[in-house]
């Protein structure tokens, strides 16, 4: 148990499906991130939250719109996604996104398959 | 763009030792970070250098060059448990963190 919890666990939808991710993180954080990661490639950072205000949007494109109602909770809404979002997807929290030295806590992601 | 190199794969004897090198070219540094992944399950903090040498956490090692760029993460007396993909950050000067695509290594019996 990491601490920040993610579901689903595993994700098969459509290229016209709308569905959402869910992170919850019981750590008492402040700032909450979303990551994409693919085979054999690095993460990569997509969204950042910081005392619930969005502070990085890494080039996203619009079909993926994340959500962070408070600093426990994040989500991520997927609509018309492509077969090449098909990937891991990566919540992490840390104490605070700003300055100094920060250790993320990630969960163990959503296997999302696009098809 | 920031980048950070790791070899792709790694295959030891249990018991052995493993080295797994990391170099990095970023926009400035303020930190790196080891991360341990089993397949399936969360990535998990190992180790964090700011400054140059050795730092020793139990049977993992860590160390920083920042005039070279370069990183490793030692691992001793390998187990079964330690096969996992181990992955690179590097924090820039925006104190963004980058990470390598990872180094899976697997331990052999």
């Known amino acids: 148990e990491t601490g920040v919890t993610q579901t689903p666990r595993h994700l098969v939808m459509g290229m016209t499906n709308k569905k959402s991710l869910k992170c919850e993180q019981h750590l008492g954080h402040n700032a909450m991130y979303w990551y994409k990661q693919s085979a054999k490639k690095p993460l990569e950072l997509m969204f950042v939250y910081n005392f619930k205000e969005q502070t990085e949007n890494n080039s996203v494109p619009s079909r993926f719109s994340p959500e962070c109602p408070n600093s426990s909770h994040l989500f991520l809404h997927l609509h018309t996604l492509q077969p090449e979002d098909s990937a891991l997807y990566l919540c992490?929290?840390?104490?605070?996104?700003?300055?100094?030295?920060?250790?993320?806590?990630f969960g163990s992601g959503t296997q999302l398959s696009v098809l | 763009g920031q980048n950070i190199d790791q070899p792709t794969e790694m295959t030891a004897t249990e018991g052995a030792i493993v080295q797994i090198n990391c170099t990095y070219q970023t926009s400035g540094f303020n930190g790196l970070f080891w991360y341990q992944q089993h397949a399936g399950e969360a990535p998990t903090f190992l180790s964090y250098?700011?400054?140059?040498g050795l730092e020793e956490k139990g049977r993992f090692s860590s160390f920083l060059s920042r005039s070279k760029g370069y990183s490793y993460l030692l691992l001793k007396e390998l187990q079964m448990k330690d096969s996992a993909s181990y992955l690179c950050?590097?924090?820039?000067?925006?104190?963004?963190?980058?990470f390598g695509a990872g180094t899976t290594v697997t331990v052999r019996a």
């Open positions: 992490a929290s840390s104490q605070d996104a700003g300055q100094g030295w920060e250790k993320l806590f």
């Open positions: 250098n700011v400054l140059d």
């Open positions: 950050a590097v924090r820039d000067n925006d104190y963004k963190l980058s």
